[in-house]
């Protein structure tokens, strides 16, 4: 009897010896795999969404992790939370709205995906492995960016290059947007307003509407390439010196983003 | 004379088999039922159903049968989801031997393989078990040895990896989606009252249990160290002096982060208390419940109702009838206070009161609330709930202000005469929809709900049966306010009304019309009837249900386990038997 209750009593404390790992330090050093894929977040946000601020640093805090060379991030405001209200900033856009769609808070996240529609519409707590998997995928596309800048007209021109690294088959368009850094306004936080937010890379508009021009359509092979020109006026309150260029090529059929390039305006 | 022996041996076996085969089958016994449940379903612009997507049939089938022979014991589960009705996960759809099963128990040692159910204790650290109308099995596949070394004791182990709908159980087969971890566990229970002969016959009772389970699953994340062992210890008591009784269990987990727990390193703890007390027509009982962080599934990338490996028992009232059975509490395993109080009394037959046949009355009471957390220190920062860190601290005794349920019921249970007898309650119902259903924005339910159940008996063969119940939204009616994008959060919300009518010629026969109409909803293309007719026939143990009409939308909960049930209008069937 008595060796019946030891061997149970030992199988026990062995069991609950080796079944227990306890983790101090729990972050992994991450390096992406693949070549130059670069992938987009887009961000839907609203200067009233009290969790946004938060969920819009665990993002950057991403993006810092994995590369910010390899990981883009854009504010899209939209949705009832980003309506303008008293002080809160107006950061409103067609295309964001278009992108948003029928969905009803904030923040949601799309990772390379032009816009937020079933099966892509991530909350902050999904995005992270979608961004891993989309770093390791391999790269259809090389984009290369251009523009000159006029500081009297403020009018913005710019050319990018599109190269094939792979042969595909699909319907490739092209979405220019204008992005502003480092604006400060009123933003809902954790217990009250904070006036002096900084709001990063905030989506201002396209250059060539929300879906962006058709680059190529039907077979692409690698070494291709394919040029495209588009220009706007920058508006007066918009501050060039913290504005960039941010190009993506898709597949308009699913809507997924390829690549992703970035430039500064100035 | 090699023949003579060959043909001797074959009659002595032939024989032999005979008689063993004889035995075999007079010692035997063999138990089983069957369900099928199967709807076909129809357009009704009138509930905004404009769209089936393709899919105008569903059922859901199981036959099981179950062998006993002595000591041995053994039995097989088939199941069919062709496809699975509306509202039950659609990795459901197949159809298969789901489990099956064999035990050889000689009272010293048992032992199963194949498909095991079973809890120790009162769950907080292992359950596994099957919820028909959950379309929810999380049976361990594996082995179990049960040793009762002496009088009192009894000693467990199991262990074998958990059922994920039809996901194959071999590491080799599985894929990223259903890739699930191994489980293993020891629990040991000591009845001091068998085991101590002086304490045999005493009113005093006592008994004492452990239990101890691991899970083991590979780390597959790409930004987080996870612990491939996850160790989860509970320990428990059960008392009981005269008409008193009192359990509690405390369990422990270490880190364990999830998809659930958003990834945080909190080690989980949660406590589960009893008090009660009963005598001949009085009964009251104190429940108190703890849960913080103790959802412990064998896939920690899980978020829905399955893989659980653990069961945390709900500690609130469960209703039967339809309008209040609307706003049923789901367990919150990443952190609850709950607390329920309930009184049974009899006012005895004979009395003003009582009347001819005695009056039953029942209070209840039961509230849940949030626990508190505070900030944790990471890399200096503060944060809260963050991933990759250890999440919050929590004080154990702190009760958040912010209150998930509360239920407030009182029922009356009366027998008027040999010929009516009637059922009443009256409910205060404060339900967190936000948080229990998922509808961010939606303003909590606070609802007053009363149902009237009256069975009227014609003659001894036949009976009517009138329910009418009614369900009082305080905030949220008529001239409540919605936002256009928000409205298909208030599909159930305002008052509702409802009625059934059912006559039963006994045994066999049952016929019922009912209509749900929720005639308060703030939203007007919202205010529908759901009306329904249903024909039932029962032979024995055989039942057959036949209805066609219109359901809510709504959930369905067992044990504070929900699943949604989405709207629906259409025929449906059912039909069991068992044996």
Redo the contacts between chains.
């Keep these: ?1 008595k060796k ?2 030891s061997v ?1 009593a030992l ?2 404390l062995l ?2 010896a ?6 101090d ?4 050093p ?1 390096t992406p795999t693949g070549g130059n894929k670069t992938v987009l977040i887009k961000d839907f946000t609203g200067a009233r969404c009290v969790n946004c601020p938060d969920a819009a640093e ?1 993002v950057h805090e991403l993006q810092h ?1 994995l590369g910010e060379d390899r990981v883009f991030i854009m504010s899209v405001h939209a949705g ?1 939370l980003a309506q303008p209200l008293g002080q809160f900033p107006d950061f409103l856009t067609e295309e964001g709205t278009l992108w948003y769609g ?1 969905n ?2 904030n923040p949601l996240f799309s990772v390379d995906h032009v816009a937020l529609t079933e099966g892509n519409t991530l909350n902050v ?1 999904q995005v ?2 979608p961004v ?1 998997e989309a770093l390791a995928e391999p790269q259809l596309f090389d984009i290369n960016i251009t523009n000159t800048y006029d500081e009297a007209s403020r009018r913005l021109s710019v050319e990018n290059l599109f190269n094939a690294k792979g042969d595909g088959d699909g319907e490739y368009y092209a979405t220019v947007c204008l992005v502003e850094d480092s604006l400060v306004g009123w933003q809902t936080v954790s217990g009250g307003v904070n006036k002096e937010y900084v709001f990063r890379n905030v989506f201002r508009g396209t250059l060539n509407g929300a879906d962006g021009e058709l680059v190529a359509n039907g077979a692409v092979f690698v070494d291709d390439s394919f040029a495209k020109t588009c220009s706007m006026e920058l508006d007066s309150t918009y501050n060039a010196d913290q504005c960039y260029i941010m190009t993506y090529i898709y597949d308009h059929q699913d809507g997924k983003i390829l690549q992703t390039a970035v430039k500064k305006v100035k | 004379m090699r023949k003579h022996i060959l043909l001797l041996f074959s009659l002595a076996l032939g024989f032999s088999f005979r008689a063993s085969a004889q035995s075999f089958v007079e010692n035997s016994q063999v138990n089983g039922s069957f369900q099928t449940d199967a709807q076909y379903y129809m357009l009704d612009e009138g509930i905004g159903i404009t769209d089936l997507n393709g899919k105008k049939f569903g059922i859901n089938g199981f036959g099981k049968v179950n062998y006993t022979n002595g000591n041995f014991s053994a039995g097989i589960r088939f199941e069919a989801f062709m496809p699975e009705l509306n509202g039950f996960r659609s990795e459901l759809n197949g159809v298969g031997l789901a489990n099956f099963y064999a035990n050889y128990d000689n009272g010293f040692i048992g032992m199963t393989v194949g498909d095991i159910y079973d809890q120790f204790g009162s769950g907080l650290v292992f359950r596994t078990y099957e919820e028909w109308s959950l379309g929810m099995d999380n049976a361990l596949r594996g082995a179990r040895v049960v ?1 009762r ?2 009088e009192g004791v009894t ?1 467990k ?1 199991v262990y074998g990896r958990q059922r994920f709908f039809w996901a194959p159980y071999l590491e080799r087969d599985m894929g990223n989606d259903d890739y699930r971890g191994i489980v ?1 566990g ?1 629990d ?1 229970e000591w009845d001091l009252n068998q085991s101590i002969a002086s304490l045999n016959e005493s009113e005093f009772k006592m008994s004492l249990g452990g239990s ?1 389970v ?1 899970k ?1 699953q590979a780390d597959q ?11 989860a ?1 509970a320990a428990r008591i059960n008392l009981g002096y005269g008409n008193f009784a009192f359990s509690t269990e405390y369990a422990y987990k ?2 364990d ?1 999830s ?1 659930i727990n ?2 945080i ?1 909190k080690e989980g703890r949660a406590l589960l208390s009893s008090l009660s007390y009963s005598q001949q027509g009085f009964g009251a009982v104190l429940q108190v419940k703890r849960v913080d962080n103790m959802s412990f599934k064998s896939m920690y990338t899980g978020k829905q109702n399955d893989l659980d490996i653990n069961f945390i028992p709900p500690i609130n009232y469960t209703h039967t009838h339809s309008l209040p059975s609307m706003y049923t509490y789901s367990t919150q395993p990443n952190g609850e206070m709950a607390a329920q109080f309930q009184v049974n009394y009899t006012i005895p037959k004979g009395t003003a009161l009582g009347g001819k046949y005695g009056t039953k009355l029942a209070f209840n009471m039961s509230q849940v609330n949030d626990i508190v957390r505070d900030s944790v220190m990471d890399h200096g920062q503060m944060v809260l709930n ?4 250890l999440g919050y601290s929590s004080n154990f005794f702190a009760i958040s202000d912010h209150r998930f349920f509360r239920d407030i019921n009182f029922e009356v249970d009366k027998k008027i005469s040999k010929d009516w007898h009637l059922t009443a309650q009256y409910i205060n119902l404060y339900y967190d929809i936000e948080t229990i259903e998922g509808h ?2 939606s303003p909590a339910v606070k609802a007053n709900i009363g149902f009237m159940d009256v069975t009227y008996k014609i003659n001894k063969r036949q009976s009517l049966r009138l329910e009418l119940q009614g369900l009082w939204e305080n905030e949220v009616h008529k001239g409540y306010e919605v ?1 256009e ?2 409205k298909k959060d208030y599909q159930k919300r305002g008052d509702w009304a409802f009625a059934l009518l059912e006559y039963s010629i006994n045994p066999h026969w049952s016929f019922s019309v009912a209509d749900k109409w929720n005639y308060g909803n703030p939203v007007e293309e919202y205010r529908d009837h759901y009306f329904t007719g249903t024909v039932t026939y029962i032979h024995d143990a055989s039942r057959v249900m036949l209805s066609a009409g219109r359901q809510s939308e709504g959930v369905v909960c067992v044990g504070g386990v929900c699943r949604t049930v989405p709207a629906s209008s259409g025929v449906s069937l059912t039909v069991s038997t068992s044996f």
């Design positions: 009897m019946i209750f149970f199988t026990a069991l609950a080796v079944s227990c790992d306890k983790i330090n729990p972050h992994k991450y665990t992790r009832f029928d009803n808070s707590d992270d492995m891993s | 040793l070394p002496t000693l182990g293993r020891v040991a101890f691991s083991k994340s790409l930004f987080y160290y996870i612990p491939e062992n996850v160790g210890a270490i880190n982060p998809a958003n990834f390193y963050k991933k990759g860190t961010a924005g936002e994008s928000e």
